[in-house]
């Protein structure tokens, strides 16, 4: 069986931080191009609170038309609010990102009543930090059904669109918890490691069917304070 070389693997991490810091230094003197989004029609879900709605006010400083989604309706109107004091257009949406149909039915309401997606930020996520044997089977269920599937569903309902315009974007908000793991985390380490996937075989597959003009990020945080997680440490 072969086995890990811990040595290797260390190299491994610090030629990629080498890599990126060296980059992310080349950038400061020689900018990338911005993309724009004025009127682009973006959909974040999880947009109540935390990294979705701080997504949600950027995009609103940019003036791009919003279609805010979220489980927390009173998250959901005040993060609305604020980006309407922005000056963009929002249309808000109580939606339980674990519930396929719930997603496919707000999906339909968006295009009807709003119209066609051009950037969708799949952003909602749960997790419950415990060893595997304390974590829930309801808990570990919601973990894949928000974090992982509820990706492949926003993406199915609203990809047929980009693709005959080819044009769009898909962000998938992962975590470094999708490509390094942790004890305690078990399951949504896995789920994240899934969404992650589900990015890279999203991406390869635009590219093979020469959607060239669809556009894929993946997002991965380390911690940040949203309040999911308190006093975290590794």
């Known amino acids: ?20 810091y060296l980059e992310a230094f080349v950038k400061l003197f020689v900018p990338v191009k911005r993309k724009s989004v004025r009127g682009e029609l973006v ?4 947009a109540g609170h935390g990294l979705g709605r701080a997504t949600a006010l950027e995009f609103a400083k940019r003036q791009s038309r919003l279609v805010l989604w979220d489980i927390n309706k009173h998250g959901l109107e005040d993060t609305a609010a604020e980006c309407e004091r922005l000056g963009a257009a929002v ?6 990102c674990s519930k396929r149909e719930e997603i496919y039915s707000a999906a339909e309401k968006v295009k009807k009543e709003v119209g066609d997606v051009s950037i969708l930020v799949n952003n909602a996520g749960v997790i419950t930090a415990a060893d595997l044997l304390s974590t ?22 609203f990809l047929p669109a980009m693709m005959n315009n080819n044009h769009g974007h898909i962000v998938t908000v992962a975590s470094a918890a999708g490509h390094l793991v942790t004890a305690f985390m078990v399951a949504y380490c896995s789920s994240k490691f899934a969404a992650v ?3 890279k075989a999203l991406t390869e597959e635009l590219s093979t069917l020469g959607k060239d003009g669809i556009k894929t990020t993946c997002l991965s945080p380390v911690f940040i304070n949203t309040g999911f997680v308190k006093n975290p440490s590794t």
């Open 136 to 157: 829930q089977d309801h808990q570990i269920e919601k973990m894949f059904e928000v974090n992982s599937l509820a990706h492949i569903w926003t993406t199915r309902a």
């Open 43 to 46: 959909l974040i879900t999880g």
């Open 91 to 96: 249309q808000a949406f109580v939606v339980d």
């Open 1 to 20: 069986r072969k086995t890990m070389n811990p040595f290797l693997d260390l190299l491994l991490v610090l030629a990629t931080l080498i890599y990126s």
């Open 197 to 199: 996937g589900f990015h």
